[in-house]
């Protein structure tokens, strides 16, 4: 944790999304988290790949720092591979959240007034993954490797800003796969509500927000 004072600036940082404080359990579960408190706050990051392998690239806000608050926490759980007799299995899951309220000097393209409100924006996204598999080893003369009896990963995401503008953007998506792909598929479904902001001002003015 970290305490910054100076004339004009000012942060109480325990943990960043980039550096956070974290906890691991027996190699099975690890908790990451962050607050901060101040001016010139970074972003929060994206969601980790076992999220986006599922649902595709997430972009993050785009607003660039701020001065406010946010917090956020990261949990992973893994197995990582267990054994008994022929069989295998390995379960993991991830879920998170980040959530801010920051105070920005900027416009979004088509207004003239400033985004949120007095120009405080509340921004948050959760996410959720989960994944496990199930098979066996074999070993003959003719071949030796594992054969997945089961498979399956599912991933959600919630994310959005508010207000002025208000806007919101769901993903749901997964995948399975059985008897060592005999059987196999994946599904994928995104909701959006309202427009994020394309910036009019600011540090970020004429970089296209996708």
């Known amino acids: 944790a970290s305490f910054h ?36 706050l970074p972003p ?11 649902l595709g690239q997430i972009h993050v806000s785009t607003l660039g720092n701020g001065d406010g608050f946010a917090f ?21 899951a991830d879920l998170g959240f980040d959530i801010s309220l920051n105070h920005y000097n900027i416009t979004c393209q088509g207004s003239t007034t400033e985004i949120g409100i007095n120009g405080w924006y509340a921004q948050a996204a959760v996410w959720a993954y989960l994944m496990g598999a199930v098979g066996i080893h074999v070993d003959v003369w003719f071949f030796e490797g594992d054969v997945e009896i089961l498979g399956i990963a599912a991933a959600a995401y919630l994310g959005g800003g508010l207000p002025n503008p208000t ?10 796969n059985i008897l060592g792909g005999l059987i196999s ?22 970089v296209k927000v996708i």
Not at 44 to 54: D, H, K, W, Y
Not at 167 to 176: F, L
């Open 5 to 40: 004072v100076e004339p004009g600036n000012w942060q109480i940082l325990i943990g960043t999304p980039n550096t956070p404080i974290s906890l691991e359990f027996l190699h099975l579960f690890t908790s990451e988290s962050y607050l901060m408190i101040g001016d010139n």
């Open 44 to 54: 929060a990051n994206a969601p980790p790949e076992s999220v986006q392998s599922i």
């Open 72 to 92: 956020g926490m990261r949990n992973h759980f893994d197995t990582d591979r267990m054994v008994f007799l022929i069989f295998y299995a390995q379960f993991a």
């Open 167 to 176: 806007w919101m953007e769901g993903r749901v998506g997964g995948r399975y």
């Open 185 to 206: 598929g994946n599904c994928n479904f995104k909701v959006t509500i309202g427009e994020r902001c394309q910036l009019e001002g600011g540090a970020l003015a004429g």
